[in-house]
């Protein structure tokens, strides 16, 4: 007789066994594997450096030297947009991970020591999160002065508030758990109960949402660029060349064309992979 | 409830103290001086001293935050370095053409996107469904600035229907509100159809079709209204953001709203200006989310019996959580 076991999966394979049945969310995983692709070896994949110029061949159609034509200085605008996705993408992991490295410690201290530090830390949050997010962003990168890295600053300030607030909550319910009573028995130091016990069992949510913020905080780099807050030129970034492209937008749709589809396919395949990771990590939505 | 509220608005004061503060220091940190730029590159040394005295940018930090905060309290913003106009005039003169934007755009969104996701949710794993779902992931995920771009390119550069540029007749709030509606209407229906599909699957739908109710109001009048309380949250919060996104637009449409003008003085350090117009939006979005805080515990019972219990229970310490906040 021949009993089936069902094998006995770690908590990683669950998650990429319920992620991989969502047919969107895997095909955005492997778009956001080709964009980080083509953003590290970009040097090897566009044609032409990105500041290269040719100015007796500006605006020139999309042709077999220049596959999507060229800019007002002749620059080719594959190889820039392929450089663009190097600019792009740090702009919106950048911020990303500072945002939630900022929030996740603001967030555990204040949700491990409660009482008056707790409170002290999240009415300084709330200072910061009472301002709408992209005026924030605008605000500080405006003050700090236009620059890939004090965009970067900007937007990750304006996104610690929300990831500071989320892993707070989930710290507060695992504070009580016996385990945490129990490495306080033996003494061990607050650092090391944060790091090892709480924040490895209250991270789970803060993960998704982070994976989640991914999308809005390349549209966010992308507008303060746009606005000439972020990447300055000749940087290739996507956002810059839409704001460099909209003047000539009359005659060279294609300027602005391009780079905003580059943004909307990459936002598009970070929020897939990101919606994917939550329904498979969110056991209420099992079936 | 009113103990609550009043407590909220309470807390209002310090956190946008802290506000006008960090505000403040910023702006301090800050290359670049205001004086000099008013004055361009032929400014002798003196001019540019005697104007920095004149404007006050030679008290130390604390005199002037002092001072603007006493003249917060009177109501009075301070004076544009440039136009030389009252802040506080300027900001009601602009302030509508923000306010009009953003409350189309949101009436455009919300019109748009719970409907769709109502659609959604009833053809749950239809080719409706995923269509809608695809449709409003390539919205959310779309530039919204570079949406108004192609609009302008269509609508007024090649077809001529629309203008470009500034406000003149109806005409120029189309473009301005579709492209700053987009984005938030497609939340919107993505927040719909998830809560919608949590509320179809409750026992009471069950039993409202089971009593022989129509399918129609089996969704508009039962399901529907439970859905519509986490969705109130959703509204809020994007209002609140588009008024931040409410900067951009303005900016591409040249219309002369309260974000152009807040964006113009960063790009020209004048600090007055920047101070009170972040203190004016702070405010706004701070009371904005008590608002929803105050809806939401009106729509939902389970809410509002949760604060008559707080208030039973506050020896205890028992306060229900600001819901609008876990919405951001």
Request: charged letters at 20%; proline letters at 4%.
């Given at each position: 007789m021949e009993i089936k076991v069902r094998k006995k999966r770690t908590a990683f394979g669950e998650t990429w066994h319920q992620f991989k049945k969502n047919r969107f969310a895997v095909a955005g995983l492997i778009v956001v594997g080709l964009v980080i692709l083509v953003a590290i070896f970009a040097p090897f994949i566009a044609p032409y450096p990105y500041d290269k110029q040719d100015l007796l061949n500006s605006y020139a159609g999309p042709s077999a030297e220049h596959l999507l034509g060229t800019d007002k200085f002749g620059r080719d605008t594959f190889s820039r947009l392929i450089w663009g996705s190097r600019n792009s993408l740090i702009m919106g992991l950048g911020c990303v991970a500072l945002g939630s490295i900022a929030g996740i410690t603001i967030g555990s201290i204040a949700g491990y020591f409660g009482g008056k530090t707790d409170n002290i830390i999240m009415r300084i949050?709330?200072?910061?999160?009472?301002?709408?997010?992209?005026?924030?962003?605008?605000?500080?990168?405006a003050i700090l002065g236009p620059s890939v890295r004090n965009a970067i600053i900007a937007i990750a300030i304006s996104t610690t508030p929300s990831a500071a607030r989320l892993i707070r909550a989930n710290i507060l319910t695992v504070r009580e758990k016996e385990f945490v009573e129990a490495a306080k028995a033996i003494d061990a130091g607050s650092a090391h109960i944060i790091l090892k016990h709480i924040i490895p069992n209250a991270i789970a949510p803060t993960i998704v949402s982070t994976t989640m913020n991914i999308g809005n905080s390349i549209l966010s780099g992308a507008t303060l660029s746009f606005i000439g807050l972020g990447a300055q030129p000749p940087l290739a970034e996507w956002g810059c060349m839409l704001s460099e492209g909209r003047n000539f937008m009359r005659e060279h749709m294609e300027l602005v064309l391009f780079p905003g589809i580059c943004i909307m396919i990459t936002v598009l395949a970070f929020n897939l992979f990101g919606d994917g990771l939550r329904d498979a990590l969110d056991p209420r939505l099992k079936n | 409830m009113i103990r609550y509220v009043l407590k909220r608005l309470l807390w209002m004061i310090p956190i946008l103290i802290g506000v006008t503060l960090i505000v403040t220091i910023l702006l301090d940190l800050t290359p670049g001086d205001p004086a000099r730029q008013l004055l361009g590159n032929f400014a002798?040394?003196?001019q540019i001293e005697a104007l920095r005295v004149e404007l006050g940018l030679n008290k130390p930090l604390i005199v002037r935050y002092l001072k603007f905060m006493a003249g917060v309290l009177k109501g009075n913003l301070g004076i544009s370095y440039f136009t030389h106009e009252s802040v506080t005039f300027e900001i009601s003169r602009r302030f509508p053409y923000t306010l009009l934007l953003v409350v189309i755009s949101m009436?455009?969104?919300?019109?748009t996107g719970i409907p769709t996701g109502v659609y959604a949710a009833t053809h749950q794993y239809t080719w409706k469904d995923n269509m809608s779902i695809v449709l409003s992931l390539f919205c959310v995920s779309m530039p919204s600035f570079w949406f108004a771009l192609i609009l302008v390119q269509i609508f007024s550069t090649k077809l001529g229907w629309l203008p470009s540029l500034g406000i003149d007749s109806w005409k120029s709030w189309v473009m301005p509100a579709i492209s700053g509606a987009i984005g938030y209407s497609a939340t919107l229906a993505r927040q719909t159809r998830s809560s919608m599909l949590e509320q179809i699957r409750q026992d009471y739908v069950v039993t409202a079709r089971a009593k022989g109710q129509t399918e129609r109001k089996v969704i508009y009048k039962h399901a529907l209204k439970n859905a519509l309380i986490p969705i109130i949250v959703i509204v809020g919060s994007v209002f609140g953001a588009s008024l931040g996104g409410a900067v951009i637009s303005e900016t591409i449409?040249?219309?002369?709203?309260?974000?152009?003008?807040?964006?113009?003085?960063?790009?020209?350090?004048?600090y007055p200006v920047v101070q009170g117009s972040v203190l004016f939006f702070a405010t706004l979005y701070s009371l904005i989310i008590l608002l929803i805080d105050i809806v939401f515990a009106y729509v939902d019972p389970r809410i509002k019996?949760?604060?008559?219990?707080?208030?039973?229970?506050?020896?205890?310490?028992?306060e229900p959580l600001p819901a609008g906040r876990s919405a951001q």
């Open positions: 949050m709330d200072v910061f999160s009472c301002v709408p997010m992209l005026l924030m962003c605008v605000v500080i990168a | 002798t040394e003196e009436l455009i969104a919300i019109i449409y040249a219309i002369p709203g309260l974000g152009n003008y807040t964006l113009s003085a960063l790009t020209s350090r004048d019996s949760q604060y008559s219990r707080a208030k039973k229970k506050k020896e205890r310490g028992a």
